[in-house]
């Protein structure tokens, strides 16, 4: 690693409180180890003064570069932005409330130096509620059956890449991008490095349900045809259903002389397939938003100030 510099992003939102110790925690390590560093801190539309601390810490380590985005676009996007404008050799992406503590990242580097493209952290074990290990959980394993590309399981955003890596990821400009997917899917050689996932430092997450419901829904429709194709399934076994209770219903009238009676089981049917019809409208509808928000050609992200960017 020596004579390579370094990048570090961290996306912040509402982040003022603890924006000191995470600063604090990465410049022990660019002393420990003599980097080279660049520390790209994101804004993402947070609600407090973190920008006002991003611009203060900005002159006490010249090394940091602070981007404030003009509304809050998403992790995900504040991720990107750091992608778009890092311009080191090693690239590092962790969070600002040191779950991913600093310290882990030497460790990692050194798969780089081995010659691995891309070293990500895989979750041993979470400090979170119950509530949440098991949505996470259930996410990575639903999303490594359905997807087209070979997802790590149990892994985050946490990792540290290549600039080679991070030049082909920017070549995918995907308008709801969830980027672990999009690395496992640029390929070269990757490993997963194991680590026990710390608890928050203070506050709390802002990955609300919602944020984290739209993130699951952009990584399977993203990197998974099956849902559409389900649809399908569905439309056949409908039918097959309706030609076997249509048999039943005949045979009843001709052959045994018994009179169909089934208002209930009409309206039964009714509301199942009604229902079935709106769901496979909504699965259609994810794919056509997705093709819309890609053919309509926005920006992905609104700088609304810098601090140390040319």
């Known amino acids: 690693m020596l004579g390579r510099k370094i990048s570090i992003i961290v996306p912040i939102y509402n982040s003022a409180e603890f924006m000191n110790a995470l600063t604090d925690a990465i410049e022990a390590e660019r002393i420990k180890n003599d980097w080279n560093l660049e520390l790209l801190l994101i804004d993402d539309g947070s609600r407090d003064n973190s920008y006002s601390k991003i611009k203060e810490l900005a002159l006490r380590f010249p090394y940091i570069k602070g981007f404030k985005l003009s509304r809050n676009f998403g992790h995900q996007i504040a991720v990107k932005t750091g992608l778009s404008h890092c311009t080191g050799d090693y690239i590092a992406i962790i969070d600002d409330d040191l779950q991913d503590p600093p310290a882990l990242l030497p460790g990692f580097f050194k798969y780089l130096d ?9 979750r ?43 030049q082909n990821m920017l070549k995918l400009q995907e308008k709801n991008p969830f980027l672990r997917g999009i690395r496992a899917w640029v390929g070269f050689k990757q490993i997963g490095v194991t680590y026990e996932r710390q608890a928050r430092i203070a506050g709390e997450s802002g990955y609300t349900l919602k944020k984290l419901f739209k993130i699951a829904l952009d990584g399977i429709f993203s990197f998974s045809s099956v849902p559409i194709r389900l649809i399908t399934l569905s439309g056949f076994l409908g039918l097959v259903f309706a030609l076997l209770y249509s048999v039943y219903i005949l045979y009843g009238a001709i052959v045994t002389g018994i009179e169909a009676k089934g208002f209930a089981s009409l309206v039964i049917l009714i509301s199942f397939f009604s229902s079935l019809m709106l769901i496979c409208i909504g699965i259609i509808g994810e794919y056509v938003v997705r093709i819309y928000d890609e053919v309509r050609n926005r920006p992905f992200v609104v700088i609304d100030e810098t601090v140390n960017v040319e």
């Open 114 to 122: 081995a010659g691995y493209e891309v070293a990500y952290g895989v």
């Open 124 to 166: 041993k074990k979470r400090k979170e509620s119950f509530f949440k290990r098991l949505s996470y959980d259930a996410f990575y394993r639903l999303l490594k059956q359905l997807s087209n590309t070979d997802i790590p399981l149990d892994s985050g955003d946490f990792c540290v890449m290549t600039r080679k890596v991070v």
